[in-house]
C-alpha cells in the first residue's frame, strides 16, 4: 500500500543526521522524523509509526505526535485564529490546519468549535479543512440498511433536527421526533439507520427498532412494574423526556411496548397508572 500524507505509516529507519532520522517512506522518498519525536534507543532499520505531513515548506515530515483527525475523516475542532488566508484550527499539532475562507459553510469566529472534515488539496498537496461537509461526504446510498449499526458525529443542526456524520463517509438526519436526549455539535455516539428514502438519502435514529428489540423493552417493563410493586404512572400518556429517562427509547416505543403487554393481558392501562396483572 501507497504511504500517503495525512494518514499514519509505520516506516524503516534509513538514516540517522544530527536533526533527526530519515524514514524511508516508498512513493515519497525519504522523511525526516525530526529530534525531538525520535524514540530513544532506535536505530536504522527500525520502524516507528508516524503521521505524516506537510510543513511550513511544503515538505512531507513525519511525526509521533497524534492528530484529532485523520485525511478523509471528520472531527470537532476549535478556531485558534483567523486572518486573510482563513482560520486555524487546533488539531493536535505544530502546524494548526487551515479552513480557508472558501471552505466555510458559514464564517468561522475565534474561540468557537465545528465540525471539519480534512482533504487533501490536489493542486497544493496541503491538508485542508472544510466545513462544507457535504461537497466531500456523500448523502445518498444504497450500501446502508434500516436498523444497521452506524457510528455518529452531530455535526449540525437545522429546523428539521441534527446532521449527523456516519462511519465518517456520509451524512444524514435525525428528525427532531427522534431526538429524546441532550446532543451537542461534535458528540460522537451510536446509532442506527431508520430508513433510507426512495431518493437515496438517510434518515437516522438513536434506537434500534426490531421486533427482538421490542420484546427485550417489554421485560424491562415488566421489571421495573415488578420493582415499583406492580404499577407505575409511567404510562402511555407520560411526556417523552419522562419515558426516555427510564427506558431510553422513544414515546412511541413505549406505547407499542404497552400495546403488547395489554394485549397479551399482562397490565392494565389507564390514563393515570399501569398496573402488573
Known amino acids: 500500500m ?39 534507543n532506535c536505530d536504522i532499520g527500525d520502524s516507528i509509526t508516524v503521521f505524516l505531513y506537510l510543513d511550513s515548506d511544503d515538505i512531507p515530515i513525519a511525526t509521533t505526535e497524534k492528530p484529532l483527525v485523520t485525511l478523509n475523516e471528520s472531527a470537532l475542532l476549535k ?12 488539531w493536535g499539532l505544530s502546524k494548526d490546519l487551515l479552513v480557508p475562507f472558501s471552505e466555510q459553510q458559514t464564517p468561522l469566529q475565534e474561540g468557537t468549535s ?44 437545522t429546523e428539521l433536527g441534527f446532521k449527523a456524520v456516519i462511519n465518517q463517509l456520509y451524512l444524514g438526519v435525525i428528525f427532531r421526533n427522534e431526538v429524546f436526549q441532550s446532543l451537542t455539535i461534535g458528540q460522537q455516539l451510536q446509532g442506527y439507520i431508520k430508513q433510507i ?12 427498532v426490531a421486533s427482538e428489540d421490542r420484546e427485550e423493552l ?26 426516555y429517562s427510564r427506558f431510553e427509547v422513544s414515546k412511541a416505543r413505549y406505547k407499542k411496548a404497552l400495546g403488547q403487554l395489554y394485549r397479551d393481558q399482562r397490565i392494565s392501562l389507564s390514563k393515570e397508572k399501569i398496573k402488573l396483572l
Open 197 to 208: 428514502r426512495d431518493d437515496g438519502k438517510i434518515d437516522l435514529t438513536l434506537s434500534k
Open 114 to 157: 465545528y465540525v471539519v472534515y480534512v482533504y487533501q488539496d490536489e493542486r497544493t498537496e496541503r491538508l485542508v479543512g472544510t466545513t462544507k461537509l457535504g461537497k466531500y461526504l456523500r448523502e445518498e446510498t444504497q450500501s446502508l440498511q434500516a436498523n444497521q449499526a452506524v457510528d455518529l458525529l452531530i455535526s449540525g443542526q
Open 79 to 90: 478556531v485558534k485564529d483567523v486572518n486573510h488566508y482563513g482560520a486555524f484550527l487546533d
Open 218 to 243: 417489554v421485560e424491562k417493563i415488566v421489571s421495573y412494574l415488578q420493582s415499583q410493586g406492580g404499577e407505575s404512572t409511567l404510562t402511555d400518556k407520560s411526556p417523552p423526556h419522562d419515558i
Open 2 to 40: 501507497a504511504v500517503r500524507i495525512g494518514t499514519y505509516n509505520t516506516l524503516a529507519i534509513s538514516k540517522r543526521t544530527d536533526f533527526g532520522v530519515y524514514l524511508d517512506a516508498d512513493n515519497l522518498g525519504e522523511i525526516l522524523l525530526p529530534k525531538r519525536y525520535v524514540p530513544k
